[in-house]
């Protein structure tokens, strides 16, 4: 199964600033399908971004999704505060889906 | 606005049989454009995909549990289940239900539940 390893494990970093995740799988990831969700604590995860670079309805612009084959990188470019969160990596190219084991970004 | 809620036990005994629904409102469970799947989270792992099925039946597993999951539909009561058998305490986790809507040739998960909490122990 295509492994995901999500870097940094923690990433801390102030309001305004620009945030840059790393998602590496062990094999290539078919057709680019990598997803990328936010999840807060007690909530259900959101898809943010599909296709490695699409973002999903009602996404901000603030969120972009880039990469290809085994290297993918979410960025989110002006933090602001609800988007502290953990955020997780899942290639949905070859079964069975496998996610990362995620980032969680906090605040500095 | 798409609801997916999870029902069933918070503890279960080993090797007894997990059943967990997930009830869908706010959308048709019986449209070909989605497939229903479960996810879980066992405590300081990572999330796992388990299985995924659509409203005729047709299913696809983790092949990881796929000798011990069968999973089901009933779209009369727009209602999706997992049954997950000979539990250990390794099945201990938070149990998710999502939808899944079909792109080409695999399904991208695009709503989930909130999860329920499943803990295996005697």
């Known amino acids: 199964e295509v492994v995901l390893t999500q870097s940094p494990g923690t990433l801390s970093l102030s309001p305004g600033e620009r945030a840059t995740l790393s998602c590496r799988a062990s094999?290539?990831?078919?057709?680019?399908?990598l997803a990328w969700y936010q999840q807060k604590p007690g909530q259900a995860p959101r898809l943010l971004i599909y296709g490695a670079s699409s973002r999903a309805t009602g996404i901000p612009d603030s969120f972009s999704g880039r990469g290809s084959g085994t290297d993918f990188t979410l960025t989110i470019s002006r933090l602001e505060p609800e988007d502290f969160a953990i955020y997780y990596c899942q290639q949905y190219g070859a079964s069975p889906y496998t996610f990362g084991q995620g980032t969680k970004l906090e605040m500095k | 606005q798409l609801q997916l809620q999870e029902s069933g036990p918070r503890l279960v005994k080993p090797p007894e049989t997990l059943s967990v629904t997930c009830t869908v409102s706010?959308?048709?469970?019986?449209?070909?454009?989605?497939?229903w799947t479960w996810v879980r989270r066992p405590p300081g792992k990572r999330l796992q995909w388990i299985g995924i099925i659509n409203y005729r039946g047709a299913t696809y597993y983790n092949p990881s549990l796929e000798s011990r999951l069968v999973m089901s539909v009933d779209t009369s009561k727009s209602q999706f289940s997992l049954n997950l058998n000979s539990l250990t305490a390794a099945d201990t986790g938070i149990y998710y239900c999502a939808r899944a809507v079909q792109v080409t040739g695999s399904s991208l998960i695009d709503y989930w539940g909130q999860g329920t909490l499943v803990t295996v122990s005697s």
């Open positions: 706010g959308g048709s469970i019986s449209s070909g454009n989605y497939w």
């Open positions: 094999q290539s990831v078919n057709n680019n399908y």
